[in-house]
């Protein structure tokens, strides 16, 4: 069921893209990474606080995001018109589609790219996905959890929309550049504080809440900043 829902959701997200490089006006393509980046944190807001705290049950949030999906997708579907494809850029089928995806996949820059998208995250999977579960192991309520992440996601709308209107922000690569290094120390920080935090107690020191919270924060910015700049 979820190998379904993951597969439908992923060719929807490719649809997407491709009608975003057709449908904006070259002038707010920009927008387009803004949007990714905003609707998905929205999106993880939304599935961590509602089901989490009980304020809708799984099957009623389920039902309401498929209706969304369907309703939006229905919406653009029949309310806006691509712009026509050019002659040269027109293929004859799948076939040609897919003859010309190996093609470009053959070409050693596309193949270093690959290997450098398919690697770029492993040196912050301690932050990104296991910090918070080792803080709830460690003793951690889930409801506070839950309450950081709300508090962190209108980062996931403002980073993005500040980062559009700066003026290195058509230099992506830079700004990855940039955010490296700093990410994988925050990580290395991450790992020191979880690994001599021990047994937090019921309830927790502020002081204790507040670095959490203080990670948290800065792990938001970095993540929302690096994957802003790979969708520009």
Known sequence: LFFMLYLLCATQDI???????TMLHPANAGYSSTC???GQGLGFFLGMVGPTMGLVSVQSFFMAIALVFLLTTLA??????????PAEEQVDG???????????????????????????????????????GKFQ????QTSYVAWLRSCATPLEFIVPWVLTRLPWWRQPLAIIQGSYLPRVFLTLAAGIFVHFIGKIPDPAPSPLLASIAALMLLQGIFNEVMFGAHFA
């Open 76 to 85: 653009v579907c029949f309310l806006k018109r691509e712009a026509p494809t």
């Open 137 to 140: 192991d460690a003793g951690l």
């Open 36 to 38: 990714n980046a905003a």
């Open 94 to 132: 799948i076939w040609d589609a897919y003859s010309s995806a190996f093609q470009i996949a053959r070409l050693e820059p596309v193949q270093i790219l690959c290997v450098i998208l398919l690697t770029r995250s492993i040196a912050f999977v301690p932050v990104d996905e296991l910090m918070l």
């Open 15 to 21: 649809a997407v893209d491709g009608w975003s490089v």
